[in-house]
């Protein structure tokens, strides 16, 4: 069942659904709408995050569920899923698969992060994907047993380097190096960029403001524009 659920994703967008404070649109009403014009337009899964949503999401979607339990949000430390008690609450919704931050700083309880990632696989019994910044923390999360490694984080952590575009050589490395599938995300902002991320080896590519965030790309054609 766990390689049809990864089978599913290949070659296909992943539409992150989620709104900030201050969005209108930040509503668990909202996002299961949202997710669920992403699968009628053909999207392969959706990334969704906390309780309220995710249990929305579940009712209106078919297609498989990436689950993330954010705390509130800081460059220092990681907040996407930090901890067991987080990936638990939603693993009870039937997500298909739990991401997390697996980069290697200090997580606010001090667990080991190679120590997490088995905890929520052999206690959850759910894939994991594994959100990294940089290289070596692609590599390390690979050896620690997760099912997808993601470059959701490169760019998104004060060390990692910061390209205009999408981390395409990270895939790339990350692609010739390790063995489980790579997800890209991060700054793929057009279907020429999608078709790149695929192209560098991703499994599947996530796409979140670019497709869903309607004040940021109101805001993006206007000042493209020269409005």
């Known amino acids: 069942m766990n390689n049809k659920i990864i089978d599913s994703l290949k070659g296909g967008l992943i539409v992150s659904c989620q709104a900030l404070q201050g969005n209108p649109l930040r509503a668990p009403t909202h996002m299961a709408a949202m997710a669920q014009a992403a699968e009628l337009g053909g999207a392969v899964g959706i990334r969704a995050n906390g309780v309220e949503d995710i249990t929305e999401i579940k009712k209106r979607v078919n297609i498989p569920i990436i689950g993330i339990n954010k705390t ?7 907040y996407i899923t930090p901890s067991f008690e987080h990936a638990k609450e939603i693993a009870d919704l039937g ?3 739990i991401a997390l931050d697996a980069t290697l700083r200090p ?3 001090g667990t080991d992060i190679n120590e997490l990632i088995y905890r929520i696989k052999n206690e959850l019994n759910v894939l994991v994907m594994a959100d ?12 620690a047993g997760v099912d997808i490694v993601a470059t959701t984080l490169s760019g998104y952590t004060t060390y ?3 390209t ?6 990270l895939v790339t490395r990350l692609k010739e190096t390790i063995d489980v599938p790579i997800i890209a995300e991060g700054r793929y902002t057009s279907p020429q960029l999608l078709a790149e ?3 560098a080896g991703a499994h599947a590519v996530v796409i979140g403001k670019s497709i869903t965030n309607i004040m940021f790309n109101t805001k993006r054609f206007i000042t493209e524009a020269g409005l």
């Open 197 to 199: 991320g695929i192209k």
């Open 132 to 143: 990294i910044a940089t290289f070596e923390e692609g590599v390390n999360a690979a050896k």
């Open 72 to 78: 509130a949000a800081t460059p220092e430390f990681p």
């Open 160 to 162: 990692s380097p910061i």
């Open 107 to 109: 997580r606010p309880d």
């Open 164 to 169: 205009e575009g999408p981390d395409l050589e």
């Open 95 to 97: 997500v298909e698969i």
